[in-house]
């Protein structure tokens, strides 16, 4: 698996993803029973609200070889500011809309 996680903007000056690589790591959280290799092709921010960047961000993700978009907990759950995206469902929907079918999709990190 060749993974891309796109990251919340607005917390990126105070989370520089120690949980996210954990996870995925120790196996645990969204990646938990996975068990075939896991590679990240790219950790990249939504390019902030209302998350429209996500789209061409996810396809340059794809580009460099990830199959799988990991929408990373900053955005689906609010970890660590307890504030999820307001924008999270809405931008799921237009990459999916956007990439090929075959894409994977992981909806948080841990």
Request: proline fraction near 5%.
């Amino acid at each position: 698996m060749k993974i891309g996680i796109i990251r919340c903007l607005q917390t990126e000056d105070f989370c520089p993803g120690t949980t996210d690589f954990k996870m995925i790591k120790d196996r645990k959280g969204a990646f938990e029973g996975i068990q075939e290799d896991i590679e990240i092709v790219g950790f990249i921010n939504c390019g902030g609200c209302p998350g429209k960047k996500a789209v061409l961000r996810a396809r340059k993700l794809i580009e460099k070889g990830a199959d799988t978009i990991v929408f990373a907990s900053c955005i689906t759950k609010g970890n660590p500011v307890g504030y999820a995206c307001p924008f999270a469902k809405k931008m799921k929907e237009i990459i999916q809309k956007d990439l090929p079918e075959n894409i994977r999709y992981i909806d948080y990190t841990h």
